[in-house]
């Protein structure tokens, strides 16, 4: 089983921040967090990681709480090509690092 | 960024036959490839971890003689479905990891339909 737990879905209306969040209660000190993000029919694509800092990047900032027992992706100015399916993945160290994909939150951007 | 393709995009073969899928790394060396299958409406599952040069790990429940897998050098993983049949049509993605770090990079995903 995947060691977050995300809402099912969630809608956002565009250009404004989509707010996504994750649980990972068991995470271990030295397991990171990973956001990756699939639109229809297409592979996973890389969103950004991070283990304790927040971290950002061109496209999205990451906040982990300071237990990191939950992170939040947040996209600043959604559009409609952020529609997709967000997955949080905690790579677990005695699995390899290996992911586990869970059903992830469908993120609808609404015109 | 890093890119992984994959070949072919979609494929339709008959019942019985064997079909395979290639996976590149096309700028990075890939110590480790993955290799998923996702149904329609489901999430990602992970079929089998290859190392180059060594055989793959294959999860439970996933046929190793089924799905052959290769990983012949650091750019290069293929998946073969052996005697396939309607219920292995799925969309199959390859993932690759540069030694040392956790990250994957995706490739774009076939998509098998067995007739």
Request: charged letters at 15%; proline letters at 5%; glycine letters at 6%.
């Amino acid at each position: 089983d995947a060691k977050t737990t995300q809402p099912p879905s969630m809608d956002c209306a565009e250009g404004r921040a989509a707010n996504l969040p994750c649980n990972h209660s068991t995470i271990s000190g030295n397991e990171y967090v990973y956001w990756y993000r699939q639109i229809h029919s297409q592979g996973p694509q890389y969103i950004i990681h991070g283990l304790k800092n927040n971290e950002t990047n061109e496209m999205a900032s990451l906040i982990i709480t300071e237990d990191r027992k939950s992170s939040t992706l947040i996209l600043p100015h959604a559009t409609l090509r952020d529609t997709a399916v967000y997955y949080c993945i905690v790579p677990e160290k005695y699995y390899g690092q290996n992911f586990v994909f869970g059903p992830g939150t469908r993120l609808s951007v609404l015109p | 960024g890093a890119v992984v393709s994959q070949h072919p995009s979609w494929v339709i073969c008959k019942s019985g036959t064997s079909v395979k899928i290639e996976c590149r790394s096309l700028d990075f060396q890939a110590t480790t490839m993955f290799w998923y299958r996702q149904f329609p409406k489901q999430s990602l599952m992970l079929m089998a971890t290859s190392n180059e040069g060594s055989k793959a790990t294959y999860e439970q429940g996933v046929e190793k003689d089924k799905f052959l897998i290769n990983h012949a050098s650091l750019t290069l993983s293929t998946l073969t479905v052996t005697s396939a049949h309607p219920e292995d049509s799925s969309f199959y993605i390859c993932s690759a990891r540069i030694g040392g770090s956790y990250e994957q990079y995706f490739g774009p995903g076939t998509r098998l339909t067995v007739t």
